[in-house]
């Protein structure tokens, strides 16, 4: 069982940059590759950077490649995104997510956090 809970969402100008934090819960956080995704209002659920229980390896959706970075600190039990050159169509509700194997598809995720919201103003 893993809970998983965002921060560092907020609203910022575009250009901008800010760093979503997750925290997880539970001794088996190092067995779980972890991911973004982020929803904005009257779209799907899409798909943002994925990253394997080591860290070794990752992967980002198109819209995100070159601005974006994902991490994780299993000695803290924390994922991080750090989002650079923000856009406006970057604002959204973004959502941590774990489960035990690497894949960019949101309905084979296990255990999702909250979302924490990122508003990205022009």
């Known amino acids: 069982q893993v809970q998983l809970v965002e921060s560092g969402g907020g609203l910022v100008q575009a250009g901008g940059s800010l760093r979503l934090s997750c925290a997880a819960s539970?001794?088996?956080?190092?067995?779980?590759?972890m991911a973004w995704f982020r929803q904005a209002p009257g779209k799907e659920r899409e798909f943002v950077a994925a990253?394997?229980?080591?860290?070794?390896?990752?992967r980002y959706a198109d819209s995100v490649k070159g601005r974006f970075t994902i991490s994780r600190d299993n000695a803290k039990n924390a994922v991080y995104l750090q989002m650079n050159s923000l856009k406006p169509e970057d604002t959204a509700v973004y959502y941590c997510?774990?489960?035990?194997?690497?894949?960019?598809?949101?309905?084979?995720?296990?255990?999702w956090g909250q979302g924490t919201q990122v508003t990205v103003s022009t």
């Open positions: 539970g001794r088996t956080f190092s067995t779980y590759d």
């Open positions: 990253i394997t229980w080591s860290g070794g390896n990752t």
């Open positions: 997510a774990a489960r035990r194997s690497f894949s960019a598809v949101a309905a084979l995720y296990d255990y």
